[in-house]
């Protein structure tokens, strides 16, 4: 199962929330893969990871064969393939390949059946990475602020997504949204996060994602927050937010 965390907003918690929900998920015994897909390296460095080339980057342009990008990390069952600043390169490189939406896909596919999740963090657009992304994907988890912006740019990337599925990918689902940083104090938080709910009924997680000091100090310390502070409501959210998706990937299943 793969899963893309992605918006073209950057600053939303993509990289907090994929590294937080696949240390989740790995703590209850699911082996986890977490794909760097972002020349910022975020999920790289707050894990606290040196690849020495050994990157996504590596990989794609043929170089080395995936299982050699593969670290392991400081929480048991969970995988990083890291990426660096070379990433950048790969949408110039492959700019005339006519299968260039389908390179990562390509090199997921024999790392499907050794993972219960694989995880991919997007960079901040809708460019040639998340298209990737996308076209490898089961599902995509969109991470939002519930600020104005947010939802004024959101849907045109749902377009997109939804774009992306008719043409490319069939089997792409919007597992969900979550709605991060949230504050139910604020008012706009919550006249924002009633529109969502409104215009993307049922796909709204329930699970809020605090605005946590200990969330944004975890990553300098190279942890998931669920080690860093275990009993902080950072922590809690993301262990409700794992059951949650372990419902939603259970009712696409059974559907
Ligand atoms: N729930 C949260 N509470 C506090 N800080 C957060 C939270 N989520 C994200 N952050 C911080 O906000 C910044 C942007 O988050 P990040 O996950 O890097 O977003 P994106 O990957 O979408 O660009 C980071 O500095 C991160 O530590
Ligand atoms: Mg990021």
Do not use: W
Not at 115 to 136: E, H, K
Not at 246 to 252: C, K, S
């Amino acid at each position: 199962m793969i899963i893309s965390f992605a918006n073209q907003k950057g600053g939303v918690g993509k990289t907090t929330i994929a590294i937080n929900l696949a240390s989740a998920l790995a703590s209850s015994e699911f082996k986890v893969l977490l794909v760097d897909f972002d020349p910022q390296s975020h999920i790289t460095v707050g894990l606290d990871i040196d690849p020495q080339g050994k990157t996504i980057y590596s990989v794609l342009s043929g170089e080395i064969p995936i299982d050699s990008a593969i670290f392991e990390t400081k929480v048991e069952n969970l995988f990083v393939i890291p990426s660096d600043e070379n990433l950048s390169g790969f949408e110039a490189e492959v700019f005339e390949d006519e299968r260039k939406q389908f390179y990562l896909k390509d090199k997921l596919t024999s790392l499907q059946s050794k993972y219960d999740f694989i995880f991919i963090d997007c960079p901040p657009s809708i460019g040639i990475y998340t298209v990737n992304a996308l076209c490898a994907s089961d599902f995509i988890i969109i991470p939002v602020l519930a600020d104005f912006f947010s939802l004024e740019g959101f849907s045109k990337f749902f377009k997109a997504v939804e774009l992306i599925k008719v043409s490319l990918n069939p089997k792409l689902e919007i597992l969900g949204i979550v709605i991060n940083m949230y504050d139910k104090r604020v008012r706009l938080g919550k006249e924002v996060e009633e529109e969502f709910m409104k215009y993307f009924p049922g796909k709204v997680f329930r699970t809020r994602i605090p605005k946590s000091i200990k969330i944004a100090e975890a990553p300098s310390f190279g942890l998931p927050v669920i080690l860093y502070k275990p009993s902080s409501p950072g922590a809690d959210a993301f262990s409700s937010l794992a059951e949650e998706f372990l419902e939603r990937i259970n009712q696409f299943k059974n559907a």
